[in-house]
């Protein structure tokens, strides 16, 4: 064996180090859902919250559990729902361009204030909606609303201010496109360039190529980026509690105020004031927003084990096709 991969006498210490590290993490995630688990049991168990409990958060108009976690539960995915749509273009598109067209210095400055972008607190994007783009997109919602109000999404009244969930889902949207592209680059640059070069040679335009060649090979990467973006957007607190004007509902008039309103924010929103009995109400909320969190992370691990299968079988199958070429020439 090479003495410079010997055992070194620290090695069973870094070992302990490292086990240690990862069983405080592991103890540390016990006891917030031990922590959560035990505040939440009793609205959770019965199923239903009582009248004492529900009076400390609504108005008087919501009478079970169910009534008022539904709309919380709906605005939380529309919210999540509009910032994927508008992101995914973007941070995509962002990411062909690093990796695929952008090169030298250039690469380097596009990477960088991306990078940079995903490091901006979230209060900050909050303060930026809150005072320009509220007072500045009415002009294009109204647009929206005037040609295509045929959609049920940009149907109805518009508001002025546009403290609306269209708002909220921009912001959203802007926040979760520095983690879509990185992780989508970093796969697009990493596509064998001989791959790609095959497919030129081949007489496939650059557009071609990247449909046919890079997009697959980062197939698995770019949904495990969406998925990790989408659990961003579920849990984003303070942005949307800046720009959202909130309501419990259910509506998909994303161009009205007063209509939705998410977990988060709602946490946020009414912990301050509420008594013991509204917290442990509150703490219910959370629950059920770590648990579709939880979900959402599962399946970004599935659909990223999966598609690391997938290539390695398609790069075995081409591996023997070029061994059964080279053995069979022409």
Known sequence: MNPMFQASPASPRFKRVVEGACIAVLAFFAAVVVFLVLRAAPVLSSGKATEKELSTLTSGSVTSLAEYLGPLVFGTLLASFVALVIAIPFAVGTALVIS???????RTALSAVIDLLAAIPSVIYGLW?????????GGFWSFLNRYFGWIPLFSGTVAVPARTMASAGVVLAIMIIPIIATISRDAF?????????????????RWEMILAVVMPAGRSAVMASILLGLGRALG????????LSPASGYSVHLLEATQNQTIAANIAAQFPEADENGVGLLIATGVVLFIISFVVNAIAQKVVARGEKSEKHEAAQRHATAESGEGNPA
Do not use: R, W
């Not at 095959?198 to 496939?204: K, N, P, S, T």
């Not at 984003?236 to 720009?243: G, N, R, S, W």
């Open 129 to 137: 909606g809150v005072l320009v783009l509220v007072p500045a997109s």
């Open 100 to 106: 695929q067209f952008a090169h030298g210095k250039v």
């Open 189 to 205: 640059l990493q596509v064998p360039s001989q791959d790609k070069e095959a497919a030129l040679a081949l007489g496939a335009t």
């Open 236 to 243: 984003e607190t303070m942005a949307v509690l800046m720009i």
